[in-house]
């Protein structure tokens, strides 16, 4: 009985990581800030908010650890939306919070994202923030601080 009821759940689990595909090699390219790429295909008719199998769009990727200004500036210009959110609720400004990355933060927020978002676990960018290292920590702060007493 257990095994029967157990096959409709491993066939679900199956159907999901199928379903979540191999990711698209624009991801590479935004992950390596391969800027002047990302732009030719952009031209050539990318959506800038394409999104991978796991919800992330373009721009959470190029907000994480790997990516950098110039891509999120791009994708920025070509109509990304700075408030687009994942599966958990989280928005690029939420990543590059997490990772202390100070000059994309305020690149998101010039470019329109909001920094009162909240993920589904109730955290905005502020409460996402880095932990370490003290000085880039404390200029997200205060950018973000600022941003949201506008």
Known sequence: MRIILLIPILMMLAGCVQRMGKEPDIFKTVRLNEYAQ???????GLDPNTVNGVGDSLL????????????????????ADPNALTSQGRSPL?????????????RLLEGGADPH?????????LDATCSSPEIPRQE?????RDAMSR
């Open 60 to 79: 959470h990727v190029a907000t994480g650890a790997r990516g950098g200004y110039e891509v999120v500036d791009v994708l920025l210009k070509a109509g």
């Open 117 to 125: 978002l909240t993920a589904n676990d109730g955290r905005s960018p």
């Open 38 to 44: 990302v732009a030719h295909e952009i031209n050539l």
């Open 140 to 144: 997200v702060v205060q950018i973000l």
């Open 94 to 106: 939420h990543i590059a919070a997490g990772w202390c990355q100070s000059d994309i933060v305020r």
